[in-house]
């Protein structure tokens, strides 16, 4: 039995997301996301909330569950008895980003892989930066964000 984490700090969850999650669902037996926080981010939602936004995004995938997650990730994957890390990729400026981390992961925890899988093109140009902006202007994002967090989104931006 394969089980990978798929981490990230998914302020919000998009369909990008959305995409890796239910094609790693396919490919692995269980998925653990893994919501972090991101010390480099000022988070738009709190930890508790979106961690409820993705396992609701989430509910209907077969062998996908949702956690918190905290300190060092390949110290997080080897506690939770994960062989894989996913990491989602949109573009090359992804990869070179990514690359660097996988190897140091590589290095810390040898027993535990790096899967990258390429976000599906429809969806590429999507991040959580342009979801927030984009709902800050009140702009129709329910093409782009599971439901969900498309209502957390109007709620949280309603009168501003």
């Known amino acids: 039995m394969t089980r990978a984490i798929y981490p990230g700090s998914f302020d919000p969850m998009h369909n990008g997301h959305l995409d890796v999650v239910t094609r790693a669902s396919r490919v692995f037996d269980e998925v653990i996301v893994a919501v972090f926080a991101n010390a480099g981010k000022k988070p738009l939602f709190d930890a508790a909330e979106r961690v409820r936004l993705v396992r609701e995004s989430t509910a209907e995938l077969p062998g996908v569950t949702v956690e918190m997650g905290s300190g060092l990730l390949v110290n ?22 990514e690359f660097q981390f996988a190897l140091m992961n590589k290095k810390m925890a040898p027993d535990i892989e790096t899967v990258f899988m390429l976000t599906g093109e429809n969806h590429a140009y999507l991040s959580s930066t342009l979801i927030k902006e984009l709902a800050g202007y009140h702009a129709d994002i329910s093409q782009l964000v599971p439901a969900p967090v498309a209502e957390a989104l109007a709620l949280q931006y309603r009168g501003k």
Do not use: M, N, T
Request: net charge neutral; no cysteine; aromatic share 14%.
């Open 76 to 97: 997080y994957a080897g506690q939770a008895g994960a062989q894989v890390i996913i990491r989602g990729l949109r573009a090359v400026l992804d990869f070179d980003y």
